[in-house]
C-alpha cells in the first residue's frame, strides 16, 4: 500500500508564507514526478506546480515567482514554499505522486487527502 501524507497548511494573512510537505510512504520501488494541485469549491483542480526526479520544475504562471517546489529523493518528500500569498491563493491543496509500486508491479498516480491553505485579506 502507498500513501501520500501532507502537512504545513493553515491560515494565513495576506503577504504571509507557509510550506507544505508531503511524504509518499509504502511499497514504492520507485517515484517519478511530485507535484501539487490545488482546488476551489466549483472549479476544476488545477497545476500549481511539478518536479521531475531530476529536479526539472513546472511552475504555473499564477504563483511563479512566488511559489518555489523541491523534494528530498531520499526521503520520498516534495515540498512547497509559497511566499507573498494571496487571498486568491485559498485553496485545498492536494499533492501528488507518479509511483511504480511493488504491489501493483506498475506506474500509477496517487494523490493526497489535501490540506486546507486560506489566505486572510
Known amino acids: 500500500q502507498v500513501q501520500l501524507a501532507e502537512s504545513g497548511g493553515g491560515l494565513v494573512q495576506d503577504g504571509g508564507s507557509l510550506r507544505l510537505s508531503c511524504a509518499a510512504s509504502?511499497?514504492?520501488?520507485?517515484?517519478?514526478?511530485m507535484g501539487w494541485y490545488r482546488q476551489t469549491p466549483g472549479k476544476q483542480r488545477e497545476l500549481v506546480a511539478t518536479?521531475?526526479?531530476?529536479?526539472?520544475?513546472v511552475i504555473a504562471d499564477s504563483v511563479k515567482g512566488r511559489f518555489t517546489i523541491s523534494r528530498d529523493n531520499n526521503k520520498n518528500t516534495v515540498y512547497l514554499q509559497m511566499n507573498s500569498l494571496k487571498p486568491e491563493d485559498t485553496a485545498v491543496y492536494y499533492c501528488?505522486?507518479?509511483?511504480?509500486?511493488?504491489?501493483?508491479?506498475?506506474?500509477?498516480?496517487?494523490w493526497g487527502q489535501g490540506t486546507q491553505v486560506t489566505v486572510s485579506s
Open positions: 509504502g511499497s514504492i520501488v520507485s517515484i517519478n514526478a
Open positions: 501528488y505522486a507518479e509511483i511504480f509500486a511493488i504491489v501493483s508491479s506498475r506506474w500509477e498516480d496517487y
Open positions: 518536479i521531475t526526479r531530476g529536479g526539472s520544475t
